[in-house]
């Protein structure tokens, strides 16, 4: 390789290695656009060069990386120039340090901070002196590490670079190796750094290169992460809030949460450069009494994680840094899917769960999933096409695609419609276990772009409720099912190959107490047992990072604090069901809407659910002001106890034909026989053959009666109405009582969402906040916390103004 001269590096070279060294010890060592610049130049060339097989990348022995130069955004700012700098530099170096052909190391000592940790992340060894110590304070400053946190991710999982990224917390080089962002950790890093260099060199070029070409096919990176990661991060640096708050801190050394007059107020800030707040590790606490402690210390305590000195943190305590909606859940989810919030609305049959719904939802940068339950395919495919057209461009919808072991030619042919209009998110409920159609589903969505990079455009949501479903779709799709696809043609061989490789759902939502079919499960038992599971499986299954299955909640989530709670059990997605019903968008009557605007927490019961009635399946709905779940359960004990109609007694036959039906039996009898003779001739004859078959069938009809008199709100029989519900929505009515969302009128489906979301955020903060004081045994100061409005639905800020 040429000798080269750099202005921001000192480079040297020995044998197949090559040591690029961060020189800028003016600036804490920060990155400017020289700097990635010429890193990017020193990895490009390594990765060309005949015989470099190993690239150090070190800092200076007190500082690896600072991050951002703050010094160069605030001298913009005042010179009126553009603040927000071009991040795709960053995320290319990022990309070429963790994929080119060559093996990188990161030798850290000091603090890295910010893109630091980029740095670091994106290297496929990671050498740290004790004295290192690793922090994310952009959030501090409106600011996300959008370009760091694919890489940190990849080496961490997902929730301990949230951790890093949501509290800003500093952890030493020992925590960073437990999380993994670390891979060897000692007192003489030089002398560790020496014995991996000595191993290191043994290695050929070729090996290497076809070693990383082999790591860039098992996990890529780019696509729609480039695309959203570039958008967000010159989102946040173009906000003039942040600029600003940038600009006090570098001029004055003011944090944004403090006042400029404060008497306390950053007398020794850190290096004006530096994004980085005084923290317990880096910062004796007299020396800051302002230092942010917004959580507990994680795990184990440690000496880089002890809390301050009591003296210095009674003074105060700074409420945590704004968490906003848009963080909460887990990024991948939002990639995947293409939404903006880990937030979907379940489907909810016969379209109630409407095309306005959908759109709302989508165009709101959520996930709606139509209700296809109940509907024919034309009526699924039209609603398809009026979804596409009401969406703005880019947005996301579902559909959802429901098991029919009575009609499996419904799923198979609803799945080809999904394939025919490139429905990307499939919500897959009442499944038991893969099917034919499903795998075909998730199969003709997975390739390769032409670079390589693994392609997966069919998105499967499985909602479970019992662990030896959701198994089922954690694991890669069944083999014979794989088989009988590749034989009937309907999927190429690469597909398969590729579904071997992945889980059959990459989401799984775990639905517990709802308006759903379900067992009635309990979320706090629910949500553990299906996170263990799911750890298990990706073991077993050896799936590549980020190709884990994520886990989603459902059932209960009205309120901020179940959706609090929700993503506290670990939830990846929340999705809500009963509170979508009673919004304008929702496609059922008037009449249904009046009632569910009333429902406290108790005004919902379990009923025999009428599409497995025969198999005493429940499903909750509102009992308030309807007979329906006492009707629905006495016909359902009529039915245990009965052989035939003509077993039941007169007294009983007349109550029904009265007061149930309002028709006789036999009517009852004659319309479904009608139906079912369209539905397949075979079918009905095996139904006339068995009494209790055509029983089972004469009280089915109620069920779809009682459904149908609720979506038209046919008025004088109310008493009749079925309508799913589960309690969530009686918590959220006493949630929103008093506020301009008490009438439905007001509830609109997006309003809905995005105020749970902000209020979850804004209650996620004051909890936060208030396990700060704990730990310092401070009291928090007045305006700490944020004021309950904050979590009120009727006073939030728009999603706008928040920390993005
Ligand atoms: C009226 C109604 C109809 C529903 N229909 C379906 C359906 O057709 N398919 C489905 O997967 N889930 C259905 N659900 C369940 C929801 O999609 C969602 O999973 C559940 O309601 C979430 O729990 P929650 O009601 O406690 O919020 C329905 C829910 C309601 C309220």
Known sequence: MDRLTYSTLRVREQGSVLTARIHRPEADNAINATLVHELDDVFARAAHAEHTTVVVLEGLPEVFCFGADFGVISDAARAGQDTA????????????????????VAHVRGKANAGGVGL???????????????????LLFGLIPAVVLPYLIRRTGFQHAHYLAATTQTIDARQAHAWGLVDAVGPDSEALLRRHLQRLGRL???GVARYKTYLRELSPLGGHTKDVALATNREVFADPDNVRAIRRYAEDGVFPWESPTAPDAAPDAPHATSPHPPSETTVPPQD??????????????????????????????????????????????????????????????????????????????????????????????????RIKKGLDPGRAYGMNLLSNPEAPDLEARTVELFLRHGVRSVEASAYLRPTLPLVHYRLAGLGTDPDGRLRQDHHIIAKVSRTEVAEHFLRPAPAPLVRQLLTAGLVTPEQAELGARLPLAQDLCVEADSAGHTDGGNAYVLMPAMRALRDRVTNEERYADGAAPRIGAAGGIGTPEAALAALTLGADFLVTGSVNQCTVEAGTSEAVKEILQGLGVHD????????????????????KGTFFPARAQKLYDLYLRHDSLDDLDPRTRATLEGKYFKRSLDEVWRETRDHLARRGPERLAEVERSPKQKMAHVFRWYFVHSTRLALHGTPDQRVDYQIHCGPALGAFNSWVRGTDLEPWRNRRVDVVAERLLHATAALLTERLTAYAALTTGATPPRNATPPTSDTAPGGPAPLATTAE
């Open 85 to 104: 700098f071009d991040p795709e530099p960053m995320f290319e170096l990022f990309r070429r340090m963790a994929y080119a052909d060559v093996l990188t």
């Open 120 to 138: 670091v992340a994106a290297c496929d060894i990671v050498i740290a002196d004790d004295s290192a110590t690793f922090s994310l304070s952009e």
């Open 204 to 206: 050929s070029k070729k």
């Open 288 to 385: 800051q009494p302002h230092a942010p402690s917004p959580l507990p210390e994680p795990g184990p305590p440690t000496a880089a994680l002890r809390a301050p000195a009591p003296q210095a943190a009674a003074a105060r305590v700074p409420a945590a840094p704004a968490v906003s909606p848009r963080a909460l859940g887990n990024p991948l989810f939002r990639e995947a899917h293409g939404v903006d919030y880990a937030y979907a609305a379940g489907a909810m049959y016969k379209g109630i769960a409407s095309v306005d719904l959908v759109t709302a939802l989508g165009n709101a940068g959520m996930l709606g999933f139509f209700g296809t339950g109940g509907l024919a395919p034309d009526a699924v495919d039209d609603a398809i096409t």
């Open 604 to 623: 919902t019961e379990y009923a025999p659910a009428g599409d497995m009635f025969e198999m005493g399946a429940r499903v909750q709905a509102v009992k």
